[in-house]
DNA sequence: CTGAAAGCGCTTACAG
DNA sequence: CTGAAAGCGCTTACAG
């Protein structure tokens, strides 16, 4: 447990070359000749050696890590998302250091200044609004953005996912009276679904009234979902439809809804922004756009990569993941044997 | 973007001080006069330095890393246990590095070697078999352990989880047919699992037929468990009552029952290992055991920083997280509003 | 193609 | 209390 790591200039001597030479063999520098790479390899392998990546990213000024700052880990939206980059990254060399925010601007603002101090070649952030001044290093900013900084912005198509769900419950179901859900407006994602909403709703000429508009808490629980939703309940504003801005509310405002003896979909429609988690397994089947925390997380770690390529200065990219709907049971559609599936995008 | 970040040398030139000094003055030595500290602060400060932690870990033989390696973060329990984890080794100062070994023996062999590469001063392992020879650092087991290997092995009471569904199923409901979902005994939870089901059937002299034991797949998916549970049904065993290893496998049972018009609890009985995520907000109601994610990974991590503190060689303890029961209500019980809470423990 | 040397950004004995 | 120097484990010009 306690024996050394074997160290370069052991192999060195193993092989009886230089230094110099022993990297160059091992790094696969061209000017190498055959038998002397064989020696140095051979030894490696009989010493066990394997190299200090610290050592090398010191050295050579190229760092090999990315720091990736989420609100919180082990949200299962974020964990898929950094699972998804590391996938990406890990596969360039590189290795992912990720720190949570906790959604407090404070605790961000220390994150990423912890990262720095090792040496982060990029980095990944859905923040919190605590980034101060723009971090030294290409950043791309993901789910929840900071506008007009960074390398790069990739979200969902915050916009079109609402505009697909009003269509589906006003245009299928003809549904007037729409209830809306969200989380506090502080952050881009949640910001943009409301504004969606409202916009949206006023475009069809549907009520927006007040006492159809409630609002969960900044961690998107559902136990704030179920308390939104008793909330819209007890307004007497006598929604047929809500429409919740995440998987998490609709859990508690479905749980709303049997507190007091009614039925999704039967007494009320919904419909929600992200599929809940196995929600092939959940009653009712909900009508939901695919989460897609998989597709952001790599899209957002490949833009990372280009910029860490060639990063050209240049106003930030603004990628958009396109929406997918999934038509199933909460809306009020019977027909279950085959999905309605509407593709859209915003490119 | 591009803008370098000041070094020590830099701090030490603003100040009028030597390198040296700068670095004592930093680091909290005492031997620095008041003044002399105050100013390299003040230099810090007004170059805005902060220490590069890698040069710092490489000098000092200090390594701030600790490596995790899981089966696949994505998996909400897993993430959960990498929160608590990074909770209490980044209050020590230290960072986290997180590899998925995807459930290969090869990948986490690679993993394994990725991070002592990163010279990490310890590993936290959910094992997967790949273990090859014992890290050269300080390791924990945890959840998934490799039996007398390592500093610290930390994972549920498996056999008093079973032992407690199974006193609530046939001390409390009188059930005698008892089937079982449970996962490959290729790790030990899942073999601890169906060993203490088996040996709590013999020891109740409760039948143990073959077509009562089912089993999903390696990565616990609601799917396989959703499979296991047709299997089941279709052998005519005629359980009254199933016991799940875990949550996933619990979604997919409850599934497979609906899948033939059947209802729990009314015509089976089910319990499970693991409440799931959310699982207030999921009918029925499951009767299970905590999860304890967030506990395992705190008291695993703390394991490790005692490792870390004074590693003396010793064979390693077995720390086992004692099971917490919620009476809900799939097992039958129909009182909701008083949740018996049994609380039992190993220690 | 190979060796000798400098140096990445730090820490830490060793003198004074 | 402070400075000058060595060195962690590497990479990479520079000679030869």
């Known amino acids: 447990m306690a024996k050394r790591r074997p160290t370069l200039v052991e192999v060195a001597a193993e092989a009886g070359v230089a230094l110099g030479t022993a990297s ?31 050592a090398r990213s010191l050295r050579s000024g190229n760092p090999h890590f ?18 998804a980059m590391q996938d990406v990254l890990e596969s360039e060399g590189y290795q992912v250091l990720v720190m949570n925010s906790e959604r407090r601007a ?63 419950l006003v245009g299928v179901h003809g549904y007037e009276r729409i209830a809306y859900i969200g989380a506090p407006p502080d952050v881009t994602s949640a910001a943009e679904r409301l504004d969606a909403f409202t916009a949206g709703m006023a475009a069809r000429r549907l009520p927006i009234d007040p006492d159809l508009i409630a609002e ?13 939703m008793a909330r819209l309940l007890d307004a007497a504003a006598n929604p047929e439809a809500v429409l919740c801005a995440s998987d998490t509310f609709s859990l508690g405002a479905i749980q709303a809804t049997r507190d007091r003896g009614l039925r999704v979909p039967r ?16 009653e009712p089947r909900l009508t939901a756009l695919a989460r897609q925390e998989r597709v952001l997380g790599k899209v957002a770690a490949s833009q990372l990569l280009n910029a860490l390529r060639n990063g050209a200065k240049r106003p930030a990219l603004n990628v958009r ?12 559609c019977a027909d279950e044997t085959a999905p309605h599936r509407a593709i859209r995008t915003l490119f």
């Open 24 to 54: 160059r063999a091992m790094s696969g520098h061209p000017a190498v000749r055959d038998e002397t790479r064989r020696r140095v390899q051979a030894a490696a392998r009989k010493l066990g050696y394997e190299p200090n990546r610290l």
């Open 66 to 83: 990315v720091g990736v700052v989420v609100p919180d880990i082990a949200n299962d939206f974020y964990a898929g998302a950094l699972k």
């Open 106 to 168: 404070a605790r961000e603002r220390e994150a990423i200044k912890s990262l720095l101090s090792q040496e982060v070649a990029g980095l990944l952030i859905a923040t919190a609004g605590g980034v101060a001044d723009e971090p030294p290093v290409p950043t791309v900013y993901f789910d929840s953005l900071l506008p007009g900084a960074g390398f790069a912005h990739v979200a969902r198509a915050n916009q079109d996912g609402i505009e697909v769900l009003l269509d589906h």
């Open 216 to 228: 969960g808490d900044e961690a998107w629980t559902p136990q704030s979902g179920r308390e939104a």
């Open 267 to 282: 007494d009320i429609a919904l419909v929600s922004f992200d599929d809940p988690l196995y929600g092939e397994f959940i």
């Open 321 to 332: 993941i396109p929406v997918e709907l999934t038509v199933r049971r909460s809306c009020g």
